[in-house]
């Protein structure tokens, strides 16, 4: 995985941690932990990840630590963080990252994850599309985890290759999702302890499900579906389907528009597998595929003809 080296003093830092409860703010008697922090993972507008180590325990895990938000009412970003470790806790499968602790780091929250030691598929995909096999294992993989999310009544909404980390083991590529930051939750986990609910609009235009363009409130699992569908898609293509739209009209045209047949931008494709990702992307939602284990199967059954 590629990363940032941090500098030396930036190298330790002391978390208070709280282990059992999901609440970041109503800690009676945290105790400390500290981490060492090792290399930037990755940043974005709300928060950075770490690769760090536990000062008490060595434990390795990926340590997200989001920025404070000086526009939001007071316990605005804690209740988010709170949330994003709900959703994952509730989506929980072996093929999700797994949530360890919640933390406080110079008052700002942070929450502990399992370490994955791969690389994100985005990165494997700046190089290139993956062979077939490779591309087919992946997916699987995120289906795997989308079910048990969906099981659970969590959507995860910003399905993408930067989302899905790959890594080798002796039966080839697989993966586990990661960043429940704008997932869906069912109402009993949306309202659980203050909330931190979010605003509408949000996702990844090259890979999000058109109905999420209009918002949050109506979109179901069958948008993850889409997703999955548009990174199988980018896996076996080398590009997204809406790569080529200018990115003023992304998100007309994905309202708007059948995604394009994927074997335009990759012939060597299957008709077979074509026919997979076209069901996935299908614009409407009740015209996908019912569930995760039905789009699973079908590439079960496909790999096992290959």
Do not use: W
Request: aromatic content about 4%.
């Amino acid at each position: 995985m590629t990363s940032a080296s941090l500098p030396a003093a930036a190298g330790r830092s002391r978390l208070r941690v709280e282990r059992s409860a999901p609440k970041l703010a109503a800690v009676a008697r945290p105790y400390e932990l500290g981490f060492r922090l090792h290399a930037l993972l990755g940043h974005g507008g709300a928060a950075s990840v770490y690769k760090a180590s536990c000062l008490a325990t060595g434990e390795v895990v990926a340590l997200k630590v989001f920025r404070p938000d000086e526009h939001a009412p007071e316990g605005t970003v804690a209740r988010l963080a709170a949330r994003e470790l709900r959703a994952t806790r509730a989506a929980a499968s072996p093929y999700t990252v797994r949530a360890l602790h919640c933390a406080l780091h110079d008052g700002a929250p942070a929450l502990a994850f399992e370490y994955v030691d791969g690389a994100p598929l985005g990165e494997l995909l700046a190089k290139g599309p993956l062979p077939p096999a490779g591309a087919v294992a992946i997916v699987l993989s995120l289906l795997a985890a989308l079910h048990a999310a969906h099981r659970a009544g969590v959507v995860h909404r910003d399905v993408k290759p930067d989302n899905v980390m790959t890594f080798a083991t002796d039966a080839g590529l697989r993966s586990k999702l990661v960043d429940f930051g704008i997932a869906k939750l069912p109402p009993a986990l949306e309202q659980a302890r203050g909330g931190g609910r979010l605003r509408s609009g949000l996702g990844t235009p090259l890979y999000m499900a058109p109905e999420q363009v209009h918002g949050f409130a109506t979109v179901t699992p069958r948008a993850d579906l889409f997703s999955a569908g548009a990174v199988l898609f980018h896996a076996r293509s080398g590009q997204a389907p809406l790569a080529a739209v200018p990115r003023t009209r992304l998100l007309v045209q994905l309202g708007a528009e059948d995604a394009p047949d994927v074997r335009t931008f990759a012939p060597h494709v299957t008709p077979s597998l074509a026919r997979i990702v076209a069901r996935a992307l299908a614009r409407r939602p009740e015209d996908r595929y019912a569930s995760a284990r039905a789009m699973a199967a079908e590439l079960l059954r496909l790999r096992l003809r290959a």
